[in-house]
């Protein structure tokens, strides 16, 4: 079983930054890809950024120039910097691990509030 868990959500003011981080264990297979994804009630959970295993980036058009995914391998976690925070950012964030095996998993989320 994998277990990822989310953390470095908060209140910011618009213009703001915030760094989640999420720390994934357990019985990891081979990590094919790992992203961050946002949701907010009453709407679909939409992807914010992802990282396959060989570095490739992909980030959602809203967050591009303003968010970085990055991993650190050896611990096995997750990183999202957010700068330049929008009032429109605002959700829960989750983290999420998908592996070899076909497998996928998700974080409990975290919750990110843009405003004054």
């Known amino acids: 079983q994998v277990k990822l868990v989310e953390s470095g959500g908060g209140l910011v003011q618009p213009g703001g930054s915030l760094r989640l981080s999420c720390a994934a264990s357990?019985?990891?297979?081979?990590?094919?890809?790992m992203g961050w994804y946002r949701q907010n009630p009453g709407k679909q959970r939409e992807l914010v950024a992802d990282i396959t295993s060989g570095g490739s980036t992909n980030y959602a058009d809203s967050v591009l120039g303003r968010f970085t995914i990055a991993r650190d391998n050896a611990k096995n976690t997750l990183y999202l910097q957010m700068n330049s925070l929008k009032p429109e950012d605002t959700a829960v964030y989750f983290c999420n691990l998908g592996d070899i095996s076909g497998s996928y998993y998700w974080g409990q989320g975290t919750q990110v509030t843009v405003s004054s």
């Open positions: 357990g019985s990891i297979f081979s990590i094919v890809a």
